[in-house]
């Protein structure tokens, strides 16, 4: 009897795993895999164009997978958005670009409920300099360009995607990334914000505030003028700041096993084994620099 009742016991639990085991997969199965297939679905070319009248659009929010944007600047009284590559057949929506008042949306992505689909796409918008107020977006795998646009506002946050950008003024730029890098140059914002994962942050000829948080990623930062308060918060990370020769700032150092080294003389205030407080010169702006295993290098033009 004993024996009849292991053996039942034994049976059960064979067949609750062999169940757990076909539910995984078939569960498996049915995630949607954007960046291939786990079918090799077909891929069919794609060429879409959309055009709205400019001067009725403040606002651009952009969203996609698996597609590199470009913005192109010009001097026309229409906003273009052009989609084109390969895409399995039926994954877009009908229309990726919506006006909806004041607001232009455009969306590279696999409709809800479209599974097993693959795009490789890109994205042309054209965009007069002037009407446009904000860029908003969000992108997996891909790259996105913008240069000589004037907004006021430039919020991107990406996934396994670049973000290169120049000649902006802004009043906000923000960038939120994983595993992707940002390229800045020649960027005026009155208040930038920056946070990567596994990403490097490289901006030549900023102006204006900064904060900048990094975990595994370096940081280059280079000032054509300096008049502004700075924040650096980094995990793993090399820091490197470079500001003008006649900058003046005070300057706070938080460090777990990390090092500063800066070319301006700094007249120390207060110093113990893990915390730095000095100035260079005398002015209100401060740069506050919070590292854990990352060096600190601050360079005078």
Not at 19 to 30: K, P
Not at 47 to 68: G, K, M, P, R
Not at 72 to 86: M, P, Q, S
Not at 211 to 224: C, E, L, M
């Amino acid at each position: 009897m004993n024996l009849n009742i292991k053996n039942v016991v034994l049976m059960l639990i064979v067949v609750m795993m062999g169940s757990f085991l076909i539910a995984g997969l078939l569960g498996a199965a049915s995630i949607p895999f954007w960046g291939g297939t786990l079918i090799n679905a077909p891929l069919a070319p794609y060429n879409e164009v959309h055009q709205f009248t400019a001067e009725q659009i403040t606002q651009l929010d952009v969203s996609t997978i698996n597609t590199d944007i470009n913005f192109i600047v010009t001097e026309d009284d229409t906003i273009k958005a052009h989609l084109y590559g390969e895409v399995t057949p039926d994954a877009l929506p009908a229309e990726f670009a919506r006006q909806s008042g004041s607001r232009l949306t455009v969306t590279a992505r696999p409709r809800s409920g479209i599974n097993n689909s693959r795009i490789r796409l890109t994205l042309d918008l054209y965009v007069p300099a002037q009407h446009l107020e904000s860029v908003q977006g969000e992108t997996v795998s891909g790259d996105m360009k913008l240069t000589g646009l004037n907004i006021k506002k430039l919020e991107f946050y990406t996934v396994s995607g670049d973000m290169d950008i120049r000649d902006l003024s802004l009043d906000t730029l923000q960038f939120k990334s994983v595993s992707g890098r940002l390229r800045a140059e020649d960027v005026s914002a009155a208040n930038t914000n920056l946070n990567t994962t596994s990403g490097n942050l490289e901006i030549t000829g900023l102006d204006g505030n900064l904060i900048a948080k990094t975990v595994s990623g370096d940081v280059t930062v280079d000032y054509n003028n300096f008049d502004n308060d700075i924040t650096f918060d980094t995990t793993s990370g090399k820091t490197s700041l470079t500001l003008p020769e006649k900058a003046q700032f005070t300057i706070r150092l938080n460090t777990v096993s990390g090092k500063v080294d800066s070319e301006f003389p700094l007249t120390v205030t207060s110093s113990s084994s893990r915390s730095f407080e000095g100035r260079a010169g005398d002015s209100a702006n401060r740069i506050f620099i919070k590292s854990v295993s990352g060096s600190v290098d601050i360079y005078r033009k």
